[in-house]
């Protein structure tokens, strides 16, 4: 295994971190390298679009974008690389995240985002479609992944079997 990032994350800003800090654990538990980033599709699109250009060049393979409001930084991202790009809609203040997720999932044909749902589960997502998208080309990759959801269903299993109140 290589340390080199095959994920990038890009929050849209500091904040976003209290979410995708989910994204960043699960890429750490299944040993995926990634790196993170603040890049704003509003306030900073030029290091947005510098980055998003040069994903590839430096390894990465899979883009994770997140963020609020109506801000589509995971638009902007798949407007610039034909990487696979997966759009976490972070949970807003005034509409408690509809308005990113719509933002987000409204892409037009031909440049395509994978939506994930608004917030934590979004961001655990993301990693885990991340990874099955690596798992593909990374045979130790995809055992980790299986065995990952080996143990979920197992811990699934387990619950079904507890005696309720």
Known sequence: MTNQPLVGLLLGSRTDWETMQHAAATLQALAIPFEATVASAHRTPDKVLDYCGAA???GLKVLIAAAGGAAHLAGVCASRTHLPVLGVPMQGWATDGMDALLATVQMPAGIPVGTLAIGK???INAALLAASIL???DPGLRER????RQA???SALQDADLELP
């Open 135 to 137: 798992a593909l080309g």
């Open 152 to 154: 979920q269903t197992e």
């Open 121 to 123: 589960p979004g961001a």
């Open 145 to 148: 992944y299986l065995a990952f």
């Open 56 to 58: 590839e060049g430096r």
